[in-house]
C-alpha cells in the first residue's frame, strides 16, 4: 500500500499521474477530469479576513487531487472514495443534501449543495480524491477540498463560475456544512493564487494586488508542529464574535476603520479580553501592509520583525497560538539572521498546525535540521518541514477539452503537435509506477536513468498504427528525452 510520507512530496504532474491509476484501480476504467487545488500558508494578516482587513496568503506546492467520470451505476449519486482509505461519502442528488456524520464529507457536500443552489445540477459521478494538503495543519486543508469538487463539479456540469462566485459559494459551504464562520482569505487564494505571487487581498473590497515573491535568495519554510489544529470548536467562532463587540463600542462598521488612538480612547468602555482582541487586529491590518510593502522592496529584515511581531500578538493579545507553534518561533528567532532565519510566525487558524518561516534559500538545510532536532527535544515531537514556492491557484488538469481533441484526433490521424496532456499522464505512468513500487519497496527513489531506460525501451517497442500509439509514443519519448513532460 503506498501511502505517506514519498507521496507528500509528488509534483502535481506526479500527483495527477498517481490519481489517474489509482482511480483506474479503485473504478476499472481511466478518469475523465482530474482537477487539483492547492494548500495554502499565509504569510501575515492572521484574523483579519473576517474585520475586512487585508491578508497576505499564497498557494503552495501540496495539492487535494480529484479525479472523476460520470457514475458507472447511472444512478443519481456522487460518490467520493479517498486513497487514504477512510469511508467514502455518497451524496444522493435526488434528496436535499444535508450535513453527514462523516465530517469530512461536509465539505464536498456543501459545494454540491451550493451549486444546485445556483441552479446548476451536477449528475451522478465516480470520483476519487487524493490530499498532500495535511488535515488539521492549518494549511486550509478543508478549503482545499471544497475549491477542489467545484472545480470538478466546473469540469463535469461544464458551467464555469466566476472566480469571486466560486470562491464565496466555498465559503458558504464551510459555515454551513462544516460550521466554521470563516472569512474569505483560504477559498479567495485558492481560486487566484498565481505562481511566484503573493495574493494582497482587501477583504472589504475584495480588489486583489499579486506581490511577486520570487527572489531565488529568499524562501518560506514551513513547519508543521504535527499538533491537529481544529477550528469547529467554538474558539474561532469566539474570536470573531469579540471582534463584533469591539467594533460595536468603538461605533464602526467593523476593525478595518478602527485605529490605535480610537481603540485607546474606548478602552475604559471595553473588557480587557475584547480589547486585546481589537489591539490584535488593527495591529496586524497595518503589519500587512507594511509587509507587502517590505517584499516589494526585498526588504526580508523588516519582513521578518513584522512576522515575530504577528506571532507575539497571535499569542498574546489574540490567544489563538500554542506551546508547540511558541517553541518552533523561538528555536527559529535562536538561529537568527545570522543562520539564516528572518522571522517566523504561525500560519493560519491557530492551535496547533503549522508556521512559517522567512529564510535565506542556501541554509535551508541546516535550518530545517536545527529546527526539526530543537523541536523534537523540546516537545517529543517529530516536526514535518517543506518549502514551497508560491504555487498558482485551482486548475484542470485533465478535461474534457483534451478528451474530446484526443478523441477528433484519433479519427483524423495523427499529428506530433496534437500531442496531448494526457499522452504524457499515460506515458509518465510508466515512470511514476516504477518510481513508487521502488520507493515502497526499499525506502528510496529509484535510479533516475533507470526510469528513463524504461520508457525508452517501452517507446521503441511496435505501436502499430493507430494514432494514439503513436502520440503516446511521441509523448513517451518527449519525456525520454527531456525527463519531464
Ligand atoms: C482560518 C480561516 C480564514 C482565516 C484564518 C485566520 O484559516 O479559514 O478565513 O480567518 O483562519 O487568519
Redesign the pocket.
Known sequence: MLTGAFNLFMTLPELTTYVAEQFAETYGRPPRWIVAAPGRV?VI??????NDGF?LPMAIERYAVMAGDHAASGKNVIQIRDTSGVDAALVDLSAPIKRDALKWSNYPRGVIAGFQARGIRPAGLDVLLHSTVPLGG?L?SS?ALEVCMATLLEAATGRQLDPVQKALLCQQA?HEFAG?P?????QFVFVMGRENHLLLLDCRSRQTDFVPMNDPAVSLLIINTNVRHE?GNGE?ARRRAECEVAAKILGVPSLRDADADRLEGARSKMDPVVYRRARHVIGEIERTLHAAEGIRAANWLTVGNLMYASHGSLRDDYEVSCRELDAVVEIAEAIGVKGGVFGCRMT??GFGGCTVALVKTDAIESISKNIAVAYKRKTGIDAALFASRPAAGATVVQGQSLIAEAGAHTARGFHPRMVGRNDFTFAGNLLQRHRLRSIAARGHHYPEHTFINQIRARAAQPCGQQPVGRRWRAAALHIAENGHA
Not at 494578516?45 to 473576517?50: A, F, L, M, P
Not at 470563516?182 to 483560504?186: A, K, S
Open positions: 499565509n494578516g492572521e484574523h483579519t479576513d473576517y491578508v492549518g486550509s478549503a464551510e466554521v470563516c472569512g474569505i482569505m483560504d477550528l474561532y493560519g487558524g
